[in-house]
């Protein structure tokens, strides 16, 4: 086991990077999935050679996959973000770089940490459990579970360009 106390600035943001891009699907490992930062780099990609779908070892991706990926992304930063924020001000004392990772490390649940679990306060800890679970279940899932599902009308409504 290595203290990750005593690595360095770049060590620590490799390891934040890693955590949060996670493992693959069939497992349970924690992160974000790396199908999910696949697809979206894909996305990426995709949209810079101008096409409108995105292929790969001669398949197409479905669209509704895109956008799975793209939330998955958005709100794992949401929760993250959140969740760091929440712990700066519950433990004011600790390094924000610590912090951050205790807030990654949680929605990952993957474990690690830079030595200050025992010493955050109560709400901190409290912030770390909540987003162990939310990182645990996953945010898309809770958000499906809680938001209430309305009816599908057969309504078609025209389709419009945004321009970005």
């Given amino acids: 086991s290595v203290d990750l106390s005593f690595v360095g600035p770049p060590t620590v943001f490799l390891i934040m990077l890693l955590m949060w891009v996670g493992a693959s699907p069939g497992s349970t490992g924690g992160g974000v999935k790396v199908t999910t930062v696949a697809v979206s780099l894909l996305n990426i990609v995709s949209l810079a050679k101008g096409k409108e779908y995105i292929e790969i070892f001669k398949r197409r991706i479905a669209g509704e996959s895109v956008n799975k990926a793209f939330a998955i992304i958005l709100l794992s930063f949401f929760v993250v973000g959140f969740s760091f924020f929440v712990l700066i001000f519950t433990d004011p004392d600790k ?65 419009e360009k945004i321009l970005f």
């Fill in 95 to 159: 390094s924000m770089k610590a912090l951050l990772f205790e807030a990654l490390s949680a929605y990952t649940t993957c474990g690690l940490s830079l030595g200050i679990t025992p010493s955050l306060s109560m709400g901190g800890k409290l912030i770390i459990a909540l987003t162990m679970l939310v990182g645990r279940v996953g945010m898309l899932t809770l958000l499906v579970a809680f938001i209430k599902n309305t009816t599908r009308r057969n309504i078609v409504f025209p389709e």
